[in-house]
Structure formats: structure tokens, C-alpha cells
């Protein structure tokens, strides 16, 4: 019972963990690199406006599809690593 | 053939396939009715959430809100997507696990208390009933442009289409008919955009022109773009905005609330697993992706194109932009689209200074000593933003069938939306409403009876308050974020991250969330939205901290939070077996199928 309840523990651990990492790179990109972090990166010049414009109006979107495929690719994994999947 | 018959014979057939899947999904239980029967692949159901989700709003307004605003209206981008990030790694897999029917049946159940059912319950109806006026004018609009009926009679039209797959199917008719309205959807806004991509930049995929060169004058198009609209006193597209406050929690705002919209979560309720429920997020945003990634690039194509036919000496290499303003077209020589939409009043022209040009520009400061100079009396063409997307392939001079596609496509984003939003109504008052708290014994063919009554309901109401839009209909889509941001989805996620938050404290954050959200929308936008009953005038110096109504959402969640929290600290800890309840959500093993018990 215990080493089950163990074992389940560290799959949430390790899935708390997963989340705040997908988190801070969709924070980054988004209130990030589009929005507070745009005059740092305004010297960075791509198809005639800067990087940040860039990042508001597809870079975010780009990566936040990239975030969830790879959240959805590694909890699958998880899963079956902890013996917790369907 | 006509461009009117052309129209009806695409929306026309559209409408049939829609008939048509109603007729083969016709549903015999309360789990195919709420559910879809739990068996959707979730590469279907990614499409079907992409139709559910782009309304009315994405398909017709956004890209004039991007195309006026510039930069500064990135937010309806990256709000209106990302969102699918914390729905796929803070509530689809988990309530996907509950396996239970409807949004407050998991509030209900988790936080062991009927009166927080019922508190989520009204949130439901309140934010989904605002949503769903949207959608019933926007299909009306649609329908008087394009058929040529009265709007009313265009809603009666949707009306009965609505009511044949939802009524009959349920969810079931519903997911299949939504796959094929995104299909519509999709096809009618990318091909104009890419028509108008490859005029523009000789690029074909408009994402990428947006950054490519723009051919006519060899400068990157976003450059361009500058120069004209600051050429005519308007702010450069690319702007960056002072407010980033306001801007971040706009942002977040919009997230939250999409994260929180019943419609969109009960639709990963439909997969067969919780790994499918995780897979259906990505899915679904690569569809929804499509869209939002084309509608940038036709916001500016479409703001460059308006400016260089009203000037066509701005569009080429030009040596001095002030000059090139000099010379705008004679009204009588306006391309025939401007001619068509000025039938429609969406498109207005008045001569201010009687000399038969047309005149457009920003009544600016930095515009006045030219105009004074030119004997311009101010600007004298008003585009409605809304023409943007459905003007586009007249815009372009594409032929006839992509005018038809337009129509059927911006039919498709209403339909779809609200068919999506009437089945998180009917599911909440047959389920949660009868079964939950009036007649618990009702029996498997009573509710079903129940649902496809509210169902019929709903519509009726929906197509009653389309028909007669009350006068906050621009003002609902900030309620219902505002509501789903601040009530629904700090709820659910400490519902499924929290063992500690119990009843008490999950109804006061609610609470709490919702009321101060409101009064601060009403403060600003009149009680219940009844004009000139506002305590302060709309304007940004009126703001607390600049934060404007439509961004308060997000302060009413980490309210929500922070009264659950403090509140169920200060009260005792929910019982063991909900704590089992809240283990057993977060691990996939053991889901089983969406079940009734």
C-alpha cells in the first residue's frame, strides 16, 4: 500500500514539475518575448519589424502548440513509466 | 449564375450535409446525448473543438480588430489560443478522468455541495447565453449580406438547422456536424488569404508573407505597411503599446476565460481516454491555429489594400509618402466591392469637402496642417471592421464560388459555436438543474426527454435574444471571459490541485471572483448593462491602474484563489473520501468511460 502510494505520489510530483516547466516557457513567449520583453529584443529585426511583434502575432502561437504536444508526449510517457496508464 | 444563386446553392448545401448527419447521428441515450457516447477520436475531436470554439467573433471580427489595432490587438491572438495550453495541462485530462457529463456536476461532486453545483451552474448560463446572442447575429448578418433575406427570417433559417442535429443528436450529431463545419470554415478563409497573399508579397502561404517583401514596392510588407498608415496621421502597425499592464492581463484574461468556457470543456469529455483528452488539446490548437495564424497576415493585407486603392500612388516604390497622398481616387471610380458593402451601410462615404474624391485618413495631430493645406474637411470613409474577411475575395477579385464559400464558411463559425453552446446549456439545466437537484430519480429516458426539451428551449431563447440583440450585445464576450475567468476556472483547477480547498471556500472564491468582476465591468459599462447608468465613464484614466473592464477577469481569478484558500484554511478540511476523489482525478488509471453514476 505504501510503496503504491509512493509511487503515485512521485507521478504527481513529476507531473507538477512537467507543468511548471511548460508554464514558464508559455509565460516567456507570451507576457515574455511579445509583451514585457519587446524593447529588449526590438533590435532583432525579422520581415521588416522586430522579434516581438513576431512572437505576438505567431511565435506564441507556434510554440504554445509545441508545448502541448510535448506535455501530451511525456505525460503518455509517465504513464506508462509508473505503471499509471489506462 | 448569379452571385445570389451561387451563395445558395453553397450555403444551401452545406445546410443539407448538416441535415444530413443529423439524420444518421439521431442519439438513444443521455450518455450518446451529453458525450457523444464517449468514443470521439481525438484527431476528431481537435476538429470538432476548433469549429466549437471559432465563432462567429474569430471568423468575422478578429482580423478587422487585428487590422485596426496593429499590435497592440495581438492579445485577441495569443489570448484566444493559449488558453489551450493550461486546458491541456491544468483541466482537460483530469475532468476527462472524473468522467462525469457537465462542468458543474464536477464542482458539485468535488466540492461535496449543491449550492456550489448550483452557483456553477448559473455561471454556466449566464456565460453561455451572452456568448450565444453573438452567434445568432452574426449568423443573421451573414445571412442578410449574402441571401438577401431579412435577418430575422436568416435566423429562423439557422434556427431550424441548429434544431435538427442538436435536438435529434446531441453531442453526437453535433461533434460529426462540427468536423464538417470546420472543414467549411477553414477552406473559405484561407483561400481568399492566399489568393491575396500571393498578389501582395507572391508568397502563397499568408503567414509567411506577412514577412516577406511586398512586391509592388520591393519593401518588406510590414515596413509598408508603417509607412503608409503613418503617411495618413495613423499610428505605425507595429506600434508597441504604454499600457503593458493592461495589455498582460488582457492576455490573461482571455486565456483564463477560454480555459474556463463550459462549451469548450465539455467537449474532451467525448474522447475515450485520458491520454486522448491530453492529444485532443494539440489537436485541436494546430486546427484553431490555422485560422489565427492567417488572420494577422489578412489584417495587414487587408488595412494595405484598403489604403493603396483609396491612394494608388502609395502602393509602388514611392519617392515621398506625402506626396503620394495627394491624389485620392474619384468616388465615382471606386472598385465595385466598396460599391456592394456601401449597400449594406457597413461601408460609408460622405463627401465632407465637395470635391468627389475619397478622403482617408486619421483626424491626427500630425495629419491636420496637411489636410488644412488640402482643403480636406476630415475623414470620409468609414469602414466597418467587420467587412474585413467576408469583402476579402471581392477585395481580391476572386470569382464567384469563393463569395459562396465566404457565406457558407461565416454561417459554418456561427452555427457550429452556437450549437456547441446551446448543448452546455441544455446539458447543465437537464442534468445538473432536474436531475441534480429537482428530480434525482428521473429516469434514463426521462432526462433524455428533459435534455432534447432544453435544448429546444435554449433555442428558442437564442433565437428570440439574436433576433433582438439587447443593446450590450458588443460588451457580452467581455462578460462571458470576465465570468469564465473568474468563477469557473480557478474552481475547477483547485478542485483538481488543491485537496485542502473544501466546500466553503470553493462557493466564497466563487463568489467572491464573480461579484467583484462584475461590479467592476458594470462600474464602467452601466448596471447590468443598462446605458447611462455607469458610476464612471469608460475611459482609461478612469481605470484603476489603467486596467480596463474587459481585463479584469484575470484580477477577479487570483481573487477567487485567494478567498478559497484563506477560507478553507480557516475551516475544516474536506472529508477523506473526496480526498480520494481528487487522487483517483489526477491519476489516468482506472477512467473507464464517461459514466452516469
Redesign the interface.
Known amino acids: 500500500m505504501d510503496e503504491k502510494k509512493s509511487n503515485?505520489e512521485a507521478?504527481?510530483a513529476a507531473?507538477l514539475r512537467l507543468?511548471a516547466g511548460?508554464?514558464v516557457v508559455?509565460a516567456l513567449v507570451?507576457?515574455g518575448a511579445?509583451?514585457?520583453l519587446?524593447?529588449l529584443l526590438s533590435g532583432i529585426a525579422?520581415?521588416?519589424?522586430?522579434l516581438?511583434?513576431?512572437f505576438?502575432?505567431?511565435g506564441?502561437?507556434?510554440t504554445?502548440?509545441g508545448?502541448?504536444?510535448f506535455?501530451?508526449w511525456k505525460?503518455?510517457r509517465l504513464?506508462k513509466q509508473f505503471?499509471?496508464?489506462? | 449564375m448569379s452571385q445570389f444563386a451561387i451563395n445558395i446553392l453553397f450555403v444551401g448545401a452545406s445546410f443539407a450535409l448538416y441535415i444530413g448527419i443529423a439524420i444518421w447521428a439521431k442519439v438513444g441515450s443521455t450518455k450518446d446525448f451529453y458525450v457523444a457516447g464517449g468514443g470521439v477520436h481525438p484527431i476528431t475531436n481537435g476538429m470538432a473543438i476548433g469549429a466549437d470554439w471559432m465563432s462567429a467573433a474569430s471568423f468575422i471580427s478578429m482580423a478587422g480588430l487585428?487590422a485596426a489595432g496593429g499590435?497592440a490587438n495581438?492579445t485577441f491572438?495569443?489570448g484566444w489560443?493559449?488558453g489551450?495550453?493550461l486546458l491541456?495541462?491544468?483541466l482537460a485530462?483530469y475532468l476527462r478522468k472524473f468522467g462525469k457529463f457537465t462542468v458543474p456536476e464536477f464542482i458539485g461532486d468535488r466540492f461535496y455541495s449543491k449550492p456550489a453545483r448550483m452557483v456553477a451552474v448559473v455561471c454556466l448560463i449566464v456565460a453561455s447565453v451572452t456568448y450565444v446572442i453573438g452567434q445568432m447575429a452574426g449568423a443573421g448578418v451573414a445571412f442578410s449580406r449574402f441571401l438577401e433575406v431579412e435577418a430575422t427570417t436568416g435566423l429562423l433559417i439557422a434556427a431550424v438547422v441548429i434544431f435538427f442535429y442538436s435536438v435529434l443528436g446531441g453531442m453526437k450529431g453535433i461533434t460529426y456536424t462540427q468536423v464538417a463545419q470546420y472543414i467549411v470554415l477553414i477552406i473559405a478563409y484561407t483561400i481568399p488569404a492566399i489568393f491575396i497573399s500571393l498578389e501582395l508579397t507572391d508568397n502563397p502561404i499568408p503567414?509567411l508573407g506577412?514577412?516577406?517583401e511586398h512586391s509592388e514596392s520591393g519593401?518588406?510588407?510590414?515596413?509598408?505597411l508603417?509607412e503608409v498608415v503613418t503617411a495618413l496621421g495613423f499610428n505605425e502597425y507595429?506600434a508597441?503599446v504604454d499600457n503593458?499592464l493592461n495589455?498582460?492581463l488582457f492576455?490573461?484574461s482571455l486565456m483564463i476565460g477560454t480555459a474556463g468556457l463550459p462549451h469548450v470543456i465539455i467537449r474532451f469529455f467525448t474522447v475515450p481516454?485520458?491520454?486522448d483528452a491530453?492529444?485532443s488539446?494539440?489537436w485541436a490548437?494546430?486546427f484553431i491555429?490555422l485560422l489565427?495564424?492567417t488572420a494577422?497576415a489578412v489584417a495587414s493585407m487587408a488595412r494595405l489594400n484598403i489604403a493603396t486603392t483609396v491612394y494608388p500612388d502609395m502602393a509602388g516604390q514611392v519617392e515621398s509618402m506625402e506626396e503620394a497622398t495627394a491624389n485620392p481616387i474619384l468616388y465615382a471610380d471606386r472598385p465595385e466591392w466598396i460599391r456592394t458593402w456601401e449597400e449594406t451601410g457597413l461601408i460609408q462615404y460622405e463627401d465632407k469637402n465637395n470635391d468627389d474624391r475619397i478622403q482617408l485618413y486619421n483626424d491626427s495631430e500630425s495629419f491636420a496642417s496637411t489636410a488644412e493645406q488640402r482643403g480636406w474637411e476630415g475623414n470620409e470613409l468609414t469602414v466597418n471592421n467587420d467587412i474585413l474577411v467576408l469583402a476579402n475575395p471581392e477585395i481580391a477579385n476572386l470569382p464567384g464560388w469563393v463569395i459562396g464559400l465566404i457565406a457558407a464558411g461565416g454561417l459554418a463559425a456561427a452555427l457550429s459555436t452556437a450549437a456547441g453552446l446551446l448543448l452546455a446549456i441544455s446539458s447543465a439545466i437537464s442534468h445538473d438543474l432536474i436531475k441534480g437537484a429537482i428530480n434525482p430519480r428521473i429516469s434514463e429516458k426521462g432526462e433524455l426527454m428533459a435534455a432534447r426539451i432544453s435544448m429546444s428551449v435554449a433555442i428558442i431563447v437564442a433565437t428570440y435574444l439574436g433576433a433582438n440583440p439587447p443593446g450590450f450585445a458588443a460588451q457580452v464576450v467581455a462578460l462571458a471571459f470576465g465570468i469564465a475567468a473568474a468563477s469557473l476556472f480557478p474552481a475547477l483547477m483547485m478542485g483538481i490541485f488543491s485537496k485542502r480547498v473544501n466546500n466553503t471556500g470553493a462557493i466564497s472564491g466563487m463568489l467572491s471572483g464573480l461579484i467583484f468582476t462584475l461590479v467592476y465591468i458594470f462600474i464602467y459599462k452601466g448596471w447590468f448593462f443598462i446605458p447611462g447608468t455607469n458610476n464612471l465613464a469608460d475611459t482609461p484614466e478612469n481605470w484603476v491602474l489603467g486596467i480596463s473592464p474587459l481585463s479584469i477577469g484575470a484580477v477577479g481569478a487570483i481573487i477567487n484563489f485567494a478567498v478559497a484558500f484563506s477560507v478553507s484554511r480557516m475551516t475544516p478540511e474536506p472529508p477523506q473520501e473526496i480526498q480520494d476523489l481528487v487522487?483517483s482525478v489526477?491519476?489516468?488509471?482506472?477512467?473507464g468511460a464517461a459514466s452516469n453514476h
Open positions: 503515485a507521478y504527481w507531473n507543468i511548460c508554464l508559455w507570451s507576457y511579445a509583451i514585457l519587446r524593447p525579422i520581415g521588416g519589424t522586430d516581438g511583434f513576431w505576438a502575432q505567431q506564441s502561437i507556434l504554445f502548440i508545448i502541448i504536444f506535455y501530451a505525460m503518455n504513464d505503471g499509471l496508464e489506462e | 487585428i499590435y495581438s491572438l495569443m489560443t493559449g489551450y495550453v491541456a495541462t491544468l485530462p503567414p506577412l514577412f516577406s519593401v518588406p510588407l510590414l515596413a509598408k508603417n507595429t508597441d503593458k495589455m498582460v492576455t490573461l481516454k485520458v491520454a491530453r492529444w488539446a494539440g490548437l494546430v491555429a489565427y495564424l494577422p487522487e489526477r491519476y489516468p488509471k482506472g477512467a
